[in-house]
Nanobody
């Protein structure tokens, strides 16, 4: 089992920045990739970004390319999401997830473990 705990969410004005963190514990040695998803009120959960644990290749949704950066610290078993130039439409509950096997970076079904989420609210 892998436990994931997100932090760093909050309220920020449009154009501002936030950095989310996701600390992993448990059987982290089996992690293949980690990702961030988000869910806005009344909408389905959607892919935001993902990073391969070994090698660090990263993947982004078109809506956040150039504004968000995913990174990881293997020694701390932590993945980060640096969010810049935030927009009101980025408002959502942000979830961290991890996957054990190579599958898809973009779809929820590929991830076995999920955090509880951290709220990001961007005011206009």
């Amino acid at each position: 089992q892998v436990q994931l705990v997100e932090s760093g969410g909050g309220l920020v004005q449009a154009g501002g920045s936030l950095r989310l963190s996701c600390a992993a514990s448990g059987r982290t040695f089996s992690t293949y990739a980690m990702g961030w998803f988000r869910q806005a009120p009344g909408k389905e959960r959607e892919f935001v970004a993902a990073i391969r644990w070994s090698g660090g290749n990263s993947y982004y949704a078109d809506s956040v390319k150039g504004r968000f950066t995913i990174s990881r610290d293997n020694a701390k078993n932590t993945v980060y999401l640096q969010m810049n130039s935030l927009k009101p439409e980025d408002t959502a509950l942000y979830y961290c997830a991890s996957q054990r096997f190579a599958g898809s970076y973009y779809y929820e079904w590929a991830y076995q473990y999920w955090g509880q989420g951290t709220q990001v609210t961007v005011s206009s």
